[in-house]
């Protein structure tokens, strides 16, 4: 597909299947330090359709707020995208997928959301190597700057932010139909 038309099918898709209002509870932290409750709203927002109790007790048990605040500041600052993600990722209970959902909140210019779906469409559209479904922990991390940079080079060639290249990869799915040719 040429860029203008990845354009089209990725706002198709967000306009068919993503709900843009699913964010607002992730806009007041953008550029904030992060403590306990701001990456404690991340992880119920990434993980609302798994076990968020579960991984929220998980994190809860093992950090204190000077803790969160250090290593999210670090996060935050570092240059390197893997680097921020494995410092934000030292946490308890926060793996590449709610790492890279802390970092995307922070600065949505800057970081997009690891998800299985959106990895399905960036292989249909062949930025990214065919692989299994899901992925390990280690795996995601070794992924994660292709991934990145597949995101961010959408974004630029489509003139799309990176939240509205997220929305329709995640709600795309691997389709590289527009939704009402399904």
Not at 16 to 38: H, M, S
Not at 91 to 110: E, F, I, K, T, Y
Not at 162 to 171: F, K, Q, T
């Amino acid at each position: 597909m040429d860029d203008s038309r990845v354009r089209e099918w990725l706002l198709a898709w967000r306009a068919a299947e993503y709900d843009p209002a699913d964010d607002d509870v992730l806009t007041p932290l953008r550029g904030v330090p992060f403590g306990i409750d701001e990456v404690l709203i991340v992880l119920r927002w990434k993980l609302s359709r798994l076990w968020p109790k579960k991984h929220e007790a998980m994190f809860r048990a093992g950090v204190d707020q000077a803790r969160v605040m250090v290593v999210s500041a670090r996060a935050f600052a570092a240059r390197n995208p893997t680097t921020a993600l494995a410092e934000i990722c030292s946490l308890p209970a926060v793996g590449p997928a709610v790492g890279s959902a802390v970092l995307m909140a922070h600065d949505p210019g800057r970081y997009t959301v690891m998800d299985v779906k959106a990895l399905a469409s960036l292989r249909a559209l062949d930025l990214l190597p065919e692989g299994p479904p899901t992925l390990s922990a280690k795996r995601w991390f070794e992924l994660w700057p292709d991934y990145l940079a597949s995101c961010r080079k959408l974004a630029t060639s489509t003139e799309l932010d990176l939240r509205e290249v997220d929305h329709g990869l995640w709600a795309a799915n691997g389709r590289t139909t527009l939704p009402d040719a399904r």
